[in-house]
């Protein structure tokens, strides 16, 4: 036996941090679990649990932030509807980027894409009487359903693992044709599975919420990470599949957490399609005694009432480092692609050590390395790989969290350092060796 | 007839911004008519709607910010329960200049103190089957209000203006006999009012949110500003009035939008008893499916669901401005007083002109002089003195819209600068001469 941790003082650290069900811990949960292991122990754990980023803030943000703070914009309150300058380079960057028209108008500055999902939440399952859940393509983001916990909201959901393609449209329309579901959820590429949605199941998507008049979040948290088409030239083809090209009910979500190392500092857009800012529901209307036009009523009756508008200096710094993009000067592409090596490497020792990618395929591709992956190991449920994988001082998070039925575990790439790849592999290798010597045995 | 606009430009500009009743319209609208008034014809309009700082941002906050983004913090997430700094300093701040003890633990920064109320109202009214329903003591912050319009909670309310002392004990009990009152919130100092609850007063609120079992939401936004006593010197008494000392029952709200001129940056601190924060509640528990303690469950499952912590470096800033306040390098109060200046000859001279202030007393004394006073003019509803008053260049709020039943208007000193004097006093003048003559007609 060569584990790193053994049970007892995991279990020791699990019952001290009230951890009730470790094989179903959530982020925050397993990340507290490694941190203490590692400051009880002195031994560094491989932490692939917290998809936060692994890079430094980006430059040209700090610059512009300090700038913003002393030309004194932390004073005034910022304008619901945000400042001027990063709604503009918003509907620049979208255009240069996706190829979609959006006016500055409709692109409203968040505290994080988490407030922007949130604020969409409650508008559309408000704006129909009825029409009140939320359909998540799992696996997702397991925050978003904590969303409507908080809200009061219902969903469905259901694992794309066995709905790809031409599949899709009838698992769509077996939620939408009851009319109850008000949006539709996904991330592409997809946290936690690191798949991507392509075109011919993005217009399907597209199709069904015009018919079904559903809202479609995309959230794009991972813009331009899927690296085996190269998106990273500003104004120029090819474009990344968006659901955008096929319906204009949508909200697309751009956080600048991970394309700019951001995430500490809590900004993203939401840019909301023209014609979905426009329309009038007068439930809206009624609820908040206002204008009941979606985009209006998100601004000044909702998101308002929550935050009041987001850290001025911070919309300066999104403003600049999209505004850089757009014009050519910053390659944020060449930043993120380090996560697409090191999950090279990752997926590659594992998978010499027994291990298997979970979501290994698109409709028409093996899925690329990026921020995340999914790995399971023959015999283990996603639980038991969890907990048996923090005994050799490796963290991640169950596939089940997530709304996945498949086994494995979801793995980030944010954390690992050119020095840990020798210390993983020797603890994938011990890990192997234990666990296949056990099945033998039995 | 002397008006600084002609009707007819006003109802243009009224209309143009589809604002559909002027006399009862919200801070925003008026501000975006008074805007567009003086962008329409170039003269400068008194601005007395908005309560946005009118002195710089504080300085040390600036730098400490600027440091924070060189240090690099703004890559990774912020702690949920926020970074350990802000949770020190804000432990040291309430102890050093109010007297009360509250662990860093219960020190919780939030995007705002809009985000604190948001936050604690789901949280108190999720707390307990049944028992759901906001008590505001008006007149107060409409926007409150509004946040339970978005979180689907009901409200009660009454203007306190004939309940001062004593005779505040039985009309809150009739509100909170009924069961269902989960939170009582007030503003002291009182926005719009600049009334300030006497320890009398918080007695009995203290007194009976224990026996009713209610939480207190005590927002601080204009902390230290009833320039009447001086409490500026931290660690020595005199200490400020608080319900803090009469129940355990109660959060906090300490805004740096005010106290330090830093509402761009949008941070505040909310401090929760600490035996309110360890308390545990069932149906807490069931519905986020955590431990049900209500300070875990308002950081983890509730906060953290909005927006996931909150702008890195400026919890650094707000660290900083409150530690060199509490250590005696700061004194916040000699900017603040700035307001109390302004206040004091806006008030002479609305005053020499036929003017009164409408919340004029407190129980043992007159109110003072702040960054919010109340003003009614013989014969005119407060929207009608709302709509006359822009006609002459000056916009405010009108009563009314804080849940007041009397009738005037709240201004704002914030945005009232030295050259403007002389033109407000030709202003009310002016006004002073047309309505006292029209009085007089009839």
Redesign the interface.
Known sequence: MSKVFDENIVQQVVDEL?VADLENATI?DVLLVAQRLQEKTGIPFIRMD?G??G???NKI??EA??KA??A???????A?AGVPEVKEQASRFVKAFIDVDITPRSCIPT??S??SS?GAF?ACTQCTPGKDKVLFIDPGFP?QK??L??I?AKWEQFDIYQFRGEKLRDKLEEYMKTGEIAAIVYSNPNNPAWICLEDSELQIIGELATRYDVVVLEDLAYFLMDFRTDFRTPWQPPYPPTVARYTDNYILMLSS?KIF???????AVMCVSDKLYERHFPALAE??QD?GIFGQTLV???L???????????QYAYAEMMRASVDGELDFCADTQEYARRAEKMKEIFCANGFHVVYDRDVTQKVGDGFFFTIGYPGLSGGALLRQLLYYGISSIALGTTGSLQEGVRACTSRMTEDMFPLLEERAKAFHADHNQSQNIK
């Open positions: 009230h925050g917290q936060s980023p890079l430094p803030a943000g700090i932030e300090k703070l002393e004194g914009v932390g004073s005034q309150y910022p619901a505290v994080g988490v407030a949130y409650i925050i904590s969303q916990r908080v009061g957490s190392s951001y995430a500490g500092q809590r900004m609820r908040y204008s000044a009756s909702i308002y009432m929550i935050t009041s508008g987001c850290t001025a200096t911070t």
